[in-house]
T-cell receptor, first 109, second 115 residues
Framework: DQQVKQNSPSLSVQEGRISILNCDYT??????FLWYKKYPAEGPTFLIS?????DKNEDGRFTVFLNKSAKHLSLHIVPSQPGDSAVYFC????????FGAGTRLTVKP | ETGVTQSPTHLIKTRGQQVTLRCSSQSGHNTVSWYQQALGQGPQFIFQ???????GRGNFPPRFSGLQFPNYSSELNVNALELDDSALYLC??????????????FGSGTRLTVV
């Protein structure tokens, strides 16, 4: 059961521009949404989260937006840097956490 | 000591065998979750333990079982291994279920290959 979906397997952006990663979910019981970043041969690293009672959370270059009516969230990275190149996973949680399939972000110098 | 450590890092088993994967959670984290990540896919939830009791289970058969110990360590056991069990197995710890301001802390995983 794919409760969390990332429909774009890959995204390529130029250094300094904005990266926008998207995620959709189906379960309205999710109360926390998170983004993780994963490099090869490492486990996912927590990046940023948002509670379902908020619609925006910002941390430095990273901002997560939540649209509950559309069951959609997005991660904005501004400005994008080559070191941001990784696979990004969207996750959603009620008691346990469910992940999307990931989007591979490539930031070109 | 901080962080989550998993052992072994790589493992090769034969179909039909049994395997035990181990995880040492971050100190103070009472919750451990196990995930299976197949190539090119996101982590799939296997189960979660909270204070040594199973606290939720994903869509995995009973031959996947677990244990959590008081010393913040845990195990994932898989019986009667199948070729499709080949994947990266991730352990993740957190303070309590649902307290997710800081997310889960993941280990680097165990790469299991079933031949």
């Amino acid at each position: 059961d794919q409760q969390v979906k990332q429909n774009s397997p890959s995204l390529s952006v130029q250094e300094g521009r904005i990266s926008i990663l998207n995620c959709d979910y189906t379960n309205s019981m999710f109360d926390y949404f998170l983004w993780y970043k994963k490099y090869p041969a490492e486990g996912p690293t927590f990046l940023i989260s948002i509670s379902s009672i908020k619609d925006k959370n910002e941390d430095g270059r990273f901002t997560v937006f939540l649209n509950k009516s559309a069951k959609h969230l997005s991660l904005h990275i501004v400005p994008s840097q080559p070191g941001d190149s990784a696979v990004y996973f969207c996750a959603a949680s009620a008691v346990d956490m469910r992940f999307g399939a990931g989007t591979r972000l490539t930031v070109k110098p | 000591e901080t962080g989550v450590t998993q052992s072994p890092t790589h493992l090769i088993k034969t179909r039909g065998q049994q395997v035990t994967l181990r995880c040492s959670s971050q100190s103070g984290h009472n919750t451990v979750s196990w995930y299976q990540q197949a190539l090119g896919q996101g982590p799939q939830f296997i189960f979660q333990y909270y204070r040594e009791e199973e606290n939720g289970r994903g869509n995995f058969p009973p031959r996947f079982s677990g244990l959590q110990f008081p010393n913040y360590s845990s195990e994932l056991n898989v019986n009667a291994l199948e070729l499709d069990d080949s994947a990266l197995y991730l352990c993740a710890s957190s303070y309590e279920p649902g307290r997710l301001n800081y997310g889960y802390t993941f280990g680097s995983g165990t790469r299991l290959t079933v031949v």
